[in-house]
């Protein structure tokens, strides 16, 4: 994965913005009349169409093979996650953007660091 500031840039905004989207998405369309695991599946379906949706603007501006895997991880964790939430109960926007940016912070974290084991690299 590209190490240079606006690539890193590049995958924390695009990562934190599809995580935003995706929870936003998510929690305005599952309420807490829903089964759980319809809602993660609902989730998750929703994220990974709104992934492919959004991926050419972020594919475009920081390569592909740099953006696509964390942010559709992203899109599809952020989507079961608060489909899971959404069916316990109803949010504030603000914690929902608020989880939908932590999500992808921590995806993107996961991703470049398992970039690095595979590649026997050190941090």
């Known amino acids: 994965m590209e190490k240079r500031f606006y690539f890193l840039a590049g995958d924390a905004l695009s990562n ?5 989207a995706t929870a936003w998405l998510v929690a305005g369309i599952v309420d807490p009349t829903w089964h759980m695991l319809t809602a993660m599946l609902t ?5 990974m169409g709104l992934s492919l949706g959004l991926m050419p603007i972020f594919v475009s501006l920081f390569g592909a093979m740099e953006v696509m895997l964390p942010v559709m991880l992203t899109a599809m964790l952020a989507g ?3 489909g899971m939430v959404g069916a316990m109960q109803v949010l504030a926007t603000l914690e929902i953007l608020l989880g939908g940016v932590l999500i992808g912070i921590l995806v993107l974290l ?3 660091a398992a970039d690095t084991r595979i590649r026997g690299k050190s941090l």
């Open 43 to 47: 989730g998750m379906g929703v994220g």
């Open 80 to 82: 079961m996650a608060f």
């Open 16 to 20: 934190s913005i599809m995580g935003m």
């Open 110 to 112: 996961l991703t470049y």
